[in-house]
């Protein structure tokens, strides 16, 4: 099915036209029109174009609204205070516009796809191989996840990258130790879950460690093991490989719990670019962008100085020849420029890693990888923090390791949804506890801006009340179980219908729909979708309140027009949360 014109698009264009009606050299001058709390829209811009034309702005303004054809979609306009539009739109054109919403057979509610879509790798949920999952990795992956969500639903042709750490001097140190100790990773009876498969890595790395430290010929050995797995030798990579399918297993049960899909095809880890980054520092050599200093390949950047005041450069290769992350990340935007036809790479990264991205885009803007058309974005996420405000630890002080973290949520949804839950089994309230404790962690995530720090505060996050995920899915599953008690009374739109205040304020937020998705998609904001989903329910709670549905039930066309909202409403949430990756339980 086609698009659907949202009602702030119909408004817009109706009054652009009458703009230019009545002050033809403001053609295709933008009206700023927005929601407002005096009328359904205000429109600001006759302001600046009156003085512009050295005009008064309420004759102006004046002149406009005489060329404005109401009736169909506009049912008013004022001119208000020194020159702004007031609008009101009917109330068939509400209703007649959400109806065009439901009626989209493949369930998008109207959401147009973009016009001109381009290829956007997203590179995110970046766990290291052969440690476990903490708090730290948990941003990444919720924020990166959503990001996806919205990008592929406005019709971006989507490329998931998770860009693990798999390479590296440790791995000579656990090759080295597993040779020598080669039945450390057998499994008895055979599968292993993700747990186990971490603890046997997690008690093998503390071994290896151990002896590392404490035995020079064991050092010795670990670093020629080292040298022998960047030079591609067959036994130690066989080895090496034993690790990463180990630690796969572990990730993808880490995000099986997170509900996230992740792919085998998706993670490519740093030893991916490991046959580029030899042509990578020729090339940055040869073109001039890198000079040798010291011995180290490195960028020199006139805007980055240490606190001596000297120069601080990005060290593509280091003085022993070894390759640091600029050469992996510079080897990883070739691929993805050239191999993957990107038009956006975005980069789902800790702001502490800020400074590290800057250089790296700079270096390859210097060397035309990066250009108008292909440009590189950092979505720098905030840390999250303890109810105290500081970075978020256990009792000992140790990072908080994710599945725990999880785990918790789980335990204390499930006892929300156990003292809710009326005619649910036990089965059920697990799976409604796993359902409501996810998406609560998700939610909290997602409702503050990346860029911000969030207190991590379970209590509050699977509260019933304010601005939680519980709250909208409480929200949805209500409108579920009113529709199931409707009976014969069936949803349907009456565009005939004057509508109550309630039901207009609701009508009008549910239109948004599409120009919020637009919005979050293009600005990689997911927490604008929530703030739209958190009114939504707000908006529906008001309206339930003061326009009974069933009870009292009113005569067969308002309950069918109310109950057709309702219906609306759900889909428009249910849609609209899994955007952001969070389920909605049709019961509660």
Not at 332 to 348: E, G, S
Request: hydrophobic share 40%; aromatic share 8%.
């Amino acid at each position: 099915m086609a698009s659907v014109t949202s009602l702030t698009a119909s408004v817009h264009q109706r009054l652009a036209s009458a703009l230019s009606a009545a002050l033809p050299e403001a053609a295709g001058a933008d009206p700023l029109l927005r929601r407002s709390d005096r009328a359904d829209y205000q429109a600001n811009g006759i302001l600046a174009l009156a003085k512009k034309a050295k005009a008064n702005p309420r004759e102006l303004a004046a002149q406009v609204v005489a060329q404005v054809t109401t009736g169909d979609v506009i049912k008013d306009v004022e001119v208000s205070g020194p020159g702004f539009l007031n609008v009101t739109v009917t109330d068939r054109a509400i209703t007649e516009n959400l109806a065009a919403r439901a009626a989209d057979t493949d369930g998008r509610l109207g959401v147009p796809h973009a016009e001109h879509p381009g290829t956007t790798v997203v590179d995110y949920a970046q766990p290291n191989v052969a440690k476990e999952m903490h708090v730290g990795h948990l941003r990444s992956a919720v924020i990166g996840d959503s990001v996806v969500q919205l990008l592929e639903f406005t019709g971006e042709n989507v490329v998931r990258r998770h860009h693990i750490g798999d390479w590296g001097t440790q791995f000579g140190m656990l090759i080295q130790y597993l040779d020598e100790h080669p039945h450390e990773l057998d499994h008895k009876g055979g599968e292993v879950s993700g747990e186990e498969a971490m603890s046997n890595l997690d008690r093998l790395y503390k071994a290896a460690r151990k002896k590392f430290d404490s035995d020079e010929e064991f050092k010795t050995r670990a670093r020629r093991r080292v040298v022998d797995l960047q030079a591609g030798d067959e036994h130690t990579l066989a080895m090496w490989q034993k690790f990463v399918d180990e630690s796969k297993i572990y990730f993808f049960s880490v995000f099986e719990k997170l509900d996230m899909e992740v792919r085998d095809p998706d993670i490519v880890g740093e030893s991916g670019y490991n046959d580029m980054l030899a042509e990578t520092c020729r090339l940055l050599e040869e073109s001039g962008v890198a000079v040798r200093s010291e011995g180290a390949l490195c960028v020199f950047f006139d805007d980055i100085k240490g606190p001596d005041g000297n120069p601080v450069p990005l060290i593509v290769q280091k003085s022993d020849g070894g390759y640091g992350y600029a050469a992996t990340d510079l080897s990883a935007i070739r691929d993805r420029v050239f191999n993957l036809k990107a038009n956006t790479l975005l980069y789902v990264v800790d702001a502490r890693q800020s400074l590290h991205f800057k250089m790296v885009f700079e270096t390859a803007r210097r060397a035309g990888w990066l250009n108008d058309d292909v440009k590189a974005h950092q979505l720098a996420f905030g840390t999250v923090l303890g109810k105290d405000g500081k970075p978020f630890k256990t009792r000992e002080g140790e990072t908080v390791r994710l599945v725990d973290l999880l785990d918790e949520a789980i335990d204390r949804a499930s006892a929300v949804v156990r003292e809710k839950a009326q005619d649910l089994s036990e089965e059920e309230i697990a799976e409604r506890g796993a359902q409501v404790g996810i998406g609560a962690v998700k939610y909290a995530d997602l409702s503050t801006s990346a860029n911000r720090d969030y207190k991590f505060d379970l209590d509050q996050m699977v509260s019933l009340n304010g601005d939680t995920s519980v709250y909208l899915q409480y929200a949805y599953a209500r409108i579920q179980s009113i529709l199931r008690k409707a009976g014969e009374v069936r949803p349907a739109a009456h565009p005939e219908l004057e509508l109550h205040e309630a039901e207009r304020a609701l009508g009008l937020h549910v239109d948004a729909f599409a120009e919020v998705v637009a919005e979050a998609a293009t600005e990689y904001a997911p927490h604008k979708m929530t703030a739209y989903l958190y009114q939504l329910a707000s908006l529906f709670t008001s309206f339930y309140d003061k326009c009974p549905v069933i009870k009292p039930q009113p005569p067969k066309d308002i309950a069918e027009n109310r109950l057709f909202l309702c219906d609306v409403t759900a889909r428009t949430l249910h849609q609209g949360m899994a955007l952001l990756g969070i389920r909605t339980p049709e019961r509660l």
